[in-house]
């Protein structure tokens, strides 16, 4: 089992920043893909970006160049940089964590976005 606990989401400004933080406890030495995925009212929860044990990176479309995910070397927690935020980015942002065997979730946090 693998449990997630995220921080960091609150209330900002467009244009501004938010810094998101993700702790995995439990399996986590088992965590192969750590990273956010979001889900704003009335939209299906979608991939704001992952990063895979070996480095690799994917982010949407939508957050490239604004958004940077990054990891610690203990690979136990991950964190979400958002830059230059947009009220289009407003969402409960879910921290996500794959295993060989299964897949996590976080309980969410809220950002919002004013314009």
């Known amino acids: 089992q693998v449990q997630l606990v995220e921080s960091g989401g609150g209330l900002v400004q467009a244009g501004g920043s938010l810094r998101l933080s993700c702790a995995a406890s439990?399996?986590?030495?088992?965590?192969?893909?750590m990273g956010w995925y979001r889900q704003a009212p009335g939209k299906q929860r979608e991939l704001v970006a992952v990063k895979h044990s070996g480095g690799r990176t994917n982010y949407a479309d939508s957050v490239k160049g604004r958004f940077t995910i990054s990891r610690d070397d203990a690979k136990t927690t991950v964190y979400l940089q958002m830059n230059s935020l947009k009220p289009e980015d407003t969402a409960v942002y879910y921290c996500n964590a794959v295993t060989f065997f299964s897949t996590y979730w976080g309980q969410g946090t809220q950002v919002t976005v004013s314009s």
């Open positions: 439990g399996r986590s030495s088992n965590i192969n893909v």
